[in-house]
């Protein structure tokens, strides 16, 4: 194997090693989850670029499954419709895409659920402070300092890195998790 293939595979994995410290977390984010959905509640998911694509991931495996058949769960990825975020960048600004859909949609019960490998985009910011307006649990997926958005998370998973590449991949690892999660409880069983 090249050097730099290498050096991929080792920062991976001395990430992963140091994910473990998270791992309580994903638990208890679990278990926000679970009594979201129990009172009713929605997952509100979002992100720009690669972030924009784990935010859709989680919502997949949240609205279809992850590893069993189980009933589905209410979730929205807020950067998947076209139009109403060229609408809402066209008539106000980006920066307003997601605060103006989780000023619409976001109550008391659901969880809006942030992916972002720095927490600084303004767009991240503002739908979080939106979110928090309106009663919402916020989730914050984020990476190194977790940026302002971290002061703005009811709930953060951090990845241990500021590497974007090695942040994504322990984004997977966090929202893989939490379906099994979400699986296991859909489907009446008990994790062990």
Same mark, same amino acid.
């Given at each position: 194997?090249?050097?730099?293939?290498?050096?991929?595979?080792?920062?991976? =994995?001395?990430?992963?090693?140091?994910?473990?410290?998270?791992?309580?977390?994903?638990?208890?984010?679990?278990?926000?989850?679970?009594?979201?959905?129990?009172?009713?509640?929605?997952?509100?998911?979002?992100? !720009?670029?690669?972030?924009?694509?784990?935010?859709?991931?989680?919502t997949g495996e949240v609205i279809g499954?992850?590893?069993?058949?189980?009933?589905?769960?209410?979730?929205?990825?807020?950067?998947?419709?076209?139009?109403?975020?060229?609408? =809402?960048? !066209? #008539?106000?600004?980006?920066?307003?895409?997601?605060?103006?859909?989780?000023?619409?949609?976001?109550?008391?019960?659901?969880?809006?659920?942030?992916?972002?490998?720095?927490?600084?985009?303004?767009?991240?910011?503002?739908?979080?402070?939106?979110?928090r307006a309106n009663g919402a649990t916020?989730?914050?997926?984020?990476?190194? #300092?977790?940026?302002?958005?971290?002061?703005?998370?009811?709930?953060?998973?951090?990845?241990?890195?500021?590497?974007?590449?090695?942040?994504?991949?322990?984004?997977?690892?966090?929202?893989?998790?939490?379906?099994?999660?979400?699986?296991?409880w859909a489907a009446g069983e008990e994790?062990?």
């Amino acid at each position: 194997m090249s050097d730099w293939l290498d050096e991929q595979l080792d920062a991976h =994995i001395r990430t992963a090693t140091d994910a473990a410290a998270q791992l309580p977390a994903v638990k208890a984010v679990g278990a926000v989850l679970i009594d979201a959905f129990e009172k009713g509640g929605t997952l509100y998911t979002f992100g !720009n670029g690669g972030s924009a694509a784990d935010a859709q991931h989680f919502t997949g495996e949240v609205i279809g499954h992850y590893r069993r058949d189980r009933r589905p769960l209410p979730a929205v990825t807020l950067s998947t419709d076209a139009t109403v975020s060229t609408c =809402i960048a !066209n #008539d106000y600004a980006f920066e307003d895409i997601f605060s103006r859909q989780v000023q619409a949609l976001a109550r008391p019960h659901d969880v809006v659920a942030a992916f972002t490998t720095s927490g600084r985009s303004q767009n991240i910011v503002d739908a979080l402070t939106a979110a928090r307006a309106n009663g919402a649990t916020t989730l914050l997926f984020g990476g190194g #300092d977790g940026g302002p958005s971290l002061a703005l998370a009811d709930h953060v998973l951090l990845s241990p890195s500021s590497d974007t590449p090695r942040i994504q991949e322990m984004h997977t690892f966090f929202l893989h998790a939490l379906s099994e999660i979400l699986d296991a409880w859909a489907a009446g069983e008990e994790l062990a």
